[in-house]
């Protein structure tokens, strides 16, 4: 575990950038690029003047955010300098970003606020540019209510969730409403891709739906609670919804979670009570084989998921039988853990209310990899040493007046002459002599560290 701080209020949003950097960004308005593997705060940006509401990594040299200042920023990740600003960009907080895939080219995204307007922009072809960034349309929301995410779905179109029980689908070529999605009975805070050919919606009241994206008819009804209100709360809130190998896809619900086979329809694994609050996001880790989730308890909890376990016969409309077993827990912020960002297979960061960013990672691999870096490092020393050493001594062809010892017997069957182990230590120069043999006059050798560092690779 690294703690890493920077911020001075709640962290809501992490994006990873490559393998070696992640963005931080807080309700201060500050943005912090990280390298996620040494921990180093590489910039700390004061980007806007309210919270950080929604980031967008547009390439792998450029940085969008949105704040609820009602502005849009371009920042060059290599340097940290702002290159240009959309002030104004809504008459509300800017809610979402989205990259579209459009006719106009690379560089097309997708805004969308607390207006009545979702933004289509066309972003400088290369960072640094003198060209700004130009705005390619409007299209007029049909909905009043606050926006809570989009979804750009295959046939230029987008979906948009708000604080409405509907769904509302605008097409980006025509720049005008397609159509209203009706089933949910509550507003809707999750959309997600589950295919070319599918997408999910998950709301408040617990329903998750399964839509057909060129027919935007509801496909399958995953789960549908006849009460979902008690005591002024949503006991099965869908706050978050990820897809595990191929076709389950896990919802974050309330304090549990599920996981439904896409393909059945069917419930296949149920945790009720994996948390004491809310979930706050569920991941992936190990391929697959693991899930994490975090929480309004401020605690981070990892679960065993078998994959031939998902493969059995599940349940429809109703609880499963199976758990996931809990085989971790991990404490380290102190209030509610808002956000997980996996960087590889097995090491993950999570932000927090506390204003925290923690990185965690798997004792073991670190453990091997340290082993690995000192292993390479261990070894090109001593290539440095053999080169420094023959430069002394002098080419071959310089000592061919030292007399050859006699010729090494021929091995005989099943013997071993002379075999090398243990670990490389710092060689001396007597093994650079001129070899000889039956069939030849001189023979070059090769470094002792060489064949050393051949016998570990292979």
């Not at 940085?63 to 849009?72: A, E, N, Q, V």
Request: net charge negative; aromatic share 6%.
């Amino acid at each position: 575990m690294q703690i890493l701080e920077a911020h001075t209020d709640i962290v809501r949003c992490l994006l990873k950038i490559d393998e070696f950097r992640l963005v931080s960004a807080s309700d201060e308005g500050r943005v912090v690029v990280w390298n996620h593997v040494t921990g180093q705060c590489i910039h700390t940006i004061q980007a806007h003047t309210r919270p950080v509401t929604c980031m967008l990594l547009l390439d792998r040299h450029t940085l969008l955010t949105g704040s609820s200042d009602r502005s849009i920023r371009f920042w060059n990740i290599a340097t940290g300098a702002c290159e240009h600003v959309l002030h104004d960009a809504h008459k509300g907080s800017v809610q979402c970003l989205a990259k579209l895939q459009t006719g106009e080219g690379r560089g097309v995204f997708c805004s969308g606020g607390n207006d009545q307007d979702l933004c289509l922009w066309k972003a400088p072809a290369a960072t640094g540019s003198l060209s700004k960034p130009s705005l390619l349309g409007l299209i007029h929301r049909k909905e009043e209510e606050n926006l809570h995410c989009l979804l750009p779905i295959s046939g230029q179109r987008i979906v948009t969730a708000s604080n409405a029980s509907y769904l509302f689908v605008y097409n980006t070529d025509t720049m005008a409403f397609d159509k209203l999605l009706a089933y949910h009975r509550e507003s809707v805070r999750c959309l997600i891709n589950i295919s070319e050919s599918m997408f999910a919606s998950g709301s408040l009241d617990g329903s998750v739906v399964i839509w057909q994206t060129d027919t935007l008819a509801p496909l399958k009804i995953l789960d549908y609670p006849e009460k979902f209100f008690d005591n002024h709360a949503y006991p099965f809130a869908v706050s978050h919804m990820v897809t595990l190998i191929d076709k389950y896809l896990c919802c974050a619900m309330g304090r549990g979670f599920r996981i439904y086979d896409v393909t059945s329809g069917e419930c296949v694994l149920d945790n009720k009570d994996a948390h004491e609050a809310q979930i706050s996001q569920v991941m992936q880790l190990y391929k697959g084989t693991r899930l994490v989730t975090c929480s309004a308890d401020s605690s981070i909890k990892i679960w065993s998921v078998s994959p031939s376990g998902l493969q059995r016969r599940g349940v429809r409309f109703g609880r499963s039988t199976r758990t996931a077993q809990q085989v971790g827990e991990m404490w380290g912020h102190s209030e509610a853990v808002v956000c997980l960002l996996p960087f590889s297979s097995d090491s993950f960061a999570s932000c927090g209310a506390d204003g925290l960013v923690i990185l965690w990672k798997d004792g073991r691999g670190q453990w091997e990899m340290r082993n690995r870096y000192a292993t390479a490092a261990l070894l090109q020393h001593h290539m440095q040493l053999d080169a420094e050493q023959l430069d002394e001594v002098g080419d071959v062809d310089d000592v061919e007046h030292v007399e050859p010892p006699p010729p090494n017997p021929s091995p005989v069957d099943g013997q071993v002459i002379s075999v090398y182990s243990g670990t490389p230590t710092r060689p001396d120069i007597s093994h650079l002599q001129v070899q000889a043999s039956a069939d030849c006059t001189t023979q070059e050798v090769q470094p002792r560290s060489e064949r050393n560092i051949q016998a570990l690779l292979l």
